[in-house]
């Protein structure tokens, strides 16, 4: 008799972690759920322009920039310490791009000499782009 009261105990134990989890598991086996970049469009502080937040769900990094007609800012980058130099930045500043097409200009905020390095790929890899450091100075 108790034997069958452990087993169904034991089944709905296994039922109730399915349903609490079965939201986390059905996106970590759709396709949608295994997209690398979250992108989320946050209100601005000037009611002209967006601002956005693109987060790297493999790194944990994120990067928040806002837009205004041609015209675009790098707020933060935050790149955890154990992905520093191996790219994410640039990988960041990539899926950042489809939500502003319009931006031929980029501003980026004081950056470490790695951060530097990165942005350099970037002009590099974008020539029809602009990009100031924060300074003003045009990235080479």
Do not use: C
């Amino acid at each position: 008799m108790f034997e069958w009261i452990w087993g169904i105990a034991i089944v709905a134990m296994l039922v109730t972690v399915i349903i609490l989890f079965g939201r986390r598991m059905k996106g970590a086996f759709s396709a949608e759920g295994s997209a690398r970049f979250d992108t989320t469009e946050i209100p601005p502080d000037d009611p002209e322009s967006r601002e956005f937040i693109v987060r790297d769900d493999e790194t944990g990094s994120r990067i928040q920039f806002a837009t205004l007609h041609e015209h675009g800012t790098v707020l933060t980058i935050v790149v955890p310490a154990k992905h520093l130099r191996k790219g994410v930045e640039v990988d960041l500043f990539e899926a950042a791009l489809p939500s502003a097409p319009q931006v031929r200009t980029w501003t980026w905020p004081q950056t470490t000499p790695d951060g530097y390095a990165a942005l350099q790929i970037i002009a590099r890899r974008m020539p029809d782009i602009a990009f100031l450091d924060a300074q003003g100075n045009r990235v080479p």
